[in-house]
């Protein structure tokens, strides 16, 4: 028997500078907004946008959003209800990254960092190098880890009380300075939207550094 491999391509004609663009949109559902940095004006959130230092994206009830870090292939899927914003820092290989949450569920799958990965929610800071987790976050009830695959460091901003969550392990920290950890049930495990598509995609995005050189970035994602 036969297998064939179909493949999405989405060609992103653009002359960038690698500057402070850090991302690409890969995958937009529903109601999804995104606010530049400088703006105070949200704006409809479309695939194949660049995202820079400093842009938020807001899921409205039925919202659903997928991006690319344009350095490593690193990803973060943003579900219905929920706001980040998308910080990183360019050195000469990598982008040092942080997401601030106030609330909602994203899904990182983060490839082996040589830089930082951070999230901060008003509660707690994850810190990974290399691994597979959901975070859901509630400004009132705290922030819970969904270890997928990899070690994800859970500190909690009030007391600094710390727990390490692993695959198929819940790391939870409270907004009163708790942090405890379980074993994970099953049901807990959020749905992933993109679980239904058929194949791989292909991203070809043209950039322009600072001197004008030309670089064909391809980025293959699931």
Not at 57 to 68: L, P
Not at 129 to 138: H, N, R
Request: aromatic letters at 6%.
């Amino acid at each position: 028997m036969k297998y064939f491999k179909f493949i999405l391509l989405i060609s992103i004609v653009l002359s960038i500078s690698y500057g402070d663009k850090i991302a690409v949109t890969t995958k937009v559902k529903g109601d999804v907004e995104l606010m530049k940095i400088g703006s105070k004006n949200y704006l409809d959130l479309n695939p194949g946008t660049i995202l820079s230092d400093g842009d938020k994206i807001r899921t409205g009830k039925s919202g659903f959003a997928a991006i690319i870090f344009i350095d490593d292939k690193s990803t973060l899927k943003i579900k219905e209800n929920s706001e980040v914003v998308i910080t990183g820092q360019r050195t000469a290989a990598s982008i040092s990254k942080k997401i601030n949450m106030d609330s909602g569920t994203i899904r990182a799958t983060i490839t082996k960092q040589n830089s930082d990965f951070v999230i901060q929610t008003p509660t707690s800071v994850a810190s990974v190098k290399g691994t597979d987790f959901w975070m859901i976050t509630d400004p009132i009830t705290g922030d819970q880890i969904i270890g997928i695959e990899g070690i994800i460091g859970l500190v909690n901003i009030e007391t600094g009380q710390a727990v390490d969550v692993t695959e198929g392990m819940t790391g939870s920290s409270t907004p009163n300075g708790q942090t405890s950890i379980e074993e994970t049930d099953p049901n807990s495990i959020p749905d992933d939207p993109s679980d239904d598509q058929e194949g791989p995609s292909l991203i070809r995005i043209y950039l322009e550094g600072p001197n004008g050189e030309q670089k064909v970035l391809i980025i293959e994602y699931q």
